[in-house]
Structures are given as C-alpha cells and as structure tokens.
C-alpha cells in the first residue's frame, strides 16, 4: 500500500512541475522562427512535458475506480472537496483578469457584466479548464465504476484500444486522412481514467529501459514533428501537443509505468509535502508565474528552469500559507 501511495505522490509532484513548466515556456512558441535557439528550447521542454495533465486525470482514475461506495455518498464527498476551491480559484482569477487586464475608465459596466459572466461559464484563466473538465469526470465515476467492477481484463484492453482509436479519428487535425466515424462515446479525458485505473491495478513486467527509450522517442517525435508542422505551416503549430492525442497517451501510460516501477520507497519529505500541496500549487502558479517571470534577467535556457522552480516554491508557500487561515484552508485546494 506505501509503494502505490508513493508512486502516485511522485507522479503527482512530477505532473505538478510539469504545467508550470509549461506554462513558463509556452510565451516563446507563438513567434515561431525556425533559427531561433529560445523556440527550439521551448518546444523541446513542451514537447516532452505534456503528458502532465493526463496524467492528473490517470491518478484519479487509480484512486477513484477501485472504490465502490452509494452514487450519493461519492457526489457528496466530491462535491464538498471541489466546490470550494472551484468558487474561490474562479472568483480569485475574475478578479485578477480585471484588475490585469480591463480599464475601467473605458469600460462600461453592461461590458464588464458580460466578461464576468462568460469568464465564470469558461474559466477566467486558461489553466482552470481543468476545474471544469474534473468536474465531468467526477459526474462520470460512479458509473465508470461499475464498467471496470463487472468488465472483463479482455473488455477493458477493448475499450482501452478503441478509445485509443479516437484519439486519431476524432482529432481534427487528421480529418482529411482518416474515415468519419462517430467515436464520441468513447473519446474524452474519461479514457484517462479507465487507462489509470488498468495500469495502477496489473502488474507490469516491462524493462525499465524500454520505457525510457520509448518516453525519449515520443519526446522526441513531439519535439521534431512540432517543428516541421510549424515550419510547413510558417507559423507555430500545436498539434502535437494536444493531451488527447495518441502520441501524449503513449507517453503518459509509459511514464506511468516507469514512475511505479521505480518508487517504491516513501518519498523524502519534501516530495510528500508538495504532493499535498499540488491542487492548490496548480491552481495558483499562474499568477505567480506572471510576476516571477519577468523578474528573472537571465536568458531563456536559465529563465525558464528558474521562473519554474521558483514559481513551484512561491506558490507552495502560498498555499502553506493560506492553509494557515480559518475557513480559507477548505477552499484554498
């Protein structure tokens, strides 16, 4: 039991530091120039990074679907758990969106009615998409549940295969290569989740150097493939990074697989206190990033490793110490 607590602590905490590297360096893609050493960089580090979000969705998969307890009972403590940090990260984010981006003087007050309410519809930063995806997830568990209880090893390699499938068909990218066909029912973040729950539940055999090798190789294919779209289309192309792409499956069920072989001791208490931390540094970094990363006078290769790192410690100390507060702590994440 201590070896998965660990392993899943660690891939949080890798999952963690991933987005807000991310988002450290995504600013310099969008000037796609096929000369520039900072783009490469960049791209190198998202490229072989965005496995972060799913797998955040594949841990809750492999806490989650091995339970089973009353559909209200899991919606109730569900519930309680996300609501609070929803409404507060929301209301927090509105008000920053504001006070970063809107000039009141020219601004009338029917505008500013209308941005809120789309801003509380959509999310008013990008990151909190994850709010919202989650909660669609945590709608579906309960019956997801009841697909993996009474499903078959073979069923769940089936239904892992065809969502797999949509991943391809369904992305619209590849629309002009592949056949139309409806696979909606099995795509979406849901897939995450059965893929986490299979691979936290089998025991897995696999060479520790295949992983990496086959970690590095996407990695790689994601690095070079995003540059040669980019180039081919003369001007930034994200393609490749979509998290519901194939390739991103691929590389988070495998680093999945490499995490859980290799810890199976406690993590030092550092690793272990992040991991606590993790929703409410998720939830944060944006707007610590936004002023860490200007402060910092180095060029890119320095700037991006140190905006991250010392993004991940400002807002673990934010949210330490907002923990601190009564009635914060239930809402802060």
Same mark, same amino acid.
């Given at each position: ?130 709010? &919202? +995806? #989650?909660? *669609?997830? %945590? !709608? /579906?568990?309960?019956?997801?549940? =009841? ?44 897939? &995450? +989740? #059965?893929? *986490?729950? %299979? !691979? /936290?539940?089998?025991?897995?055999? =696999? ?127």
């Amino acid at each position: 039991m201590q070896q998965s607590i660990s392993y899943i602590g660690a891939l949080r905490v890798l999952a963690t530091i991933l987005v807000i590297l991310i988002h450290a360096s995504t600013g310099y893609l969008n000037n796609f120039h096929p000369a520039s050493t900072d783009w490469h960089f960049a791209n190198a580090l998202n490229s072989f990074s965005r496995f972060s979000v799913p797998l955040f969705v594949m841990i809750s998969g492999a806490l989650l679907l091995n339970k089973q307890e009353d559909i209200v009972v899991f919606y109730q403590k569900r519930v309680s758990r996300i609501l609070g940090p929803f409404a507060f990260w929301v209301f927090v984010y509105l008000v920053y969106y504001f006070y970063r981006y809107t000039n009141f003087d020219v601004l009338p007050l029917s505008r500013v009615a209308e941005i809120s309410i789309d801003k509380l519809l959509h999310g008013p930063s990008a990151h909190l998409w994850f709010l &919202y +995806m #989650i909660v *669609g997830l %945590y !709608l /579906a568990v309960p019956f997801l549940r =009841i697909l993996v209880t009474y499903s078959q090893e073979r069923a769940l390699l089936i239904l892992l295969l065809v969502w797999s499938l949509s991943l391809v068909i369904m992305e619209k990218s590849y629309y002009a290569y592949v056949p139309k066909i409806d696979l909606t029912f099995f795509s979406g973040y849901a897939g &995450y +989740m #059965i893929l *986490g729950y %299979y !691979l /936290a539940k089998k025991a897995w055999h =696999i060479p520790t150097l295949f992983l990496v090798f086959l970690i590095a190789a996407i990695g790689l294919l994601n690095t070079w493939g995003t540059f040669y779209i980019s180039e081919s289309n003369n001007g930034f192309s994200p393609t490749l990074y979509n998290y519901l792409g194939l390739n991103n499956a691929i590389l988070a069920a495998a680093v999945f697989l490499l995490v859980k072989k290799l810890v199976t001791c406690p993590l030092p208490f550092a690793f272990a206190y992040l991991d606590r931390l993790s929703f409410g540094i998720y939830l944060v970094h944006i707007i610590v990033l936004n002023y860490v990363h200007p402060l910092i006078p180095f060029d890119t290769f320095l700037k991006i490793p140190l905006a991250t790192l010392l993004t991940l410690l400002a807002s673990s100390a934010i949210i330490f110490l907002l923990r601190k507060i009564p009635y914060v702590a239930y809402v802060s994440g």
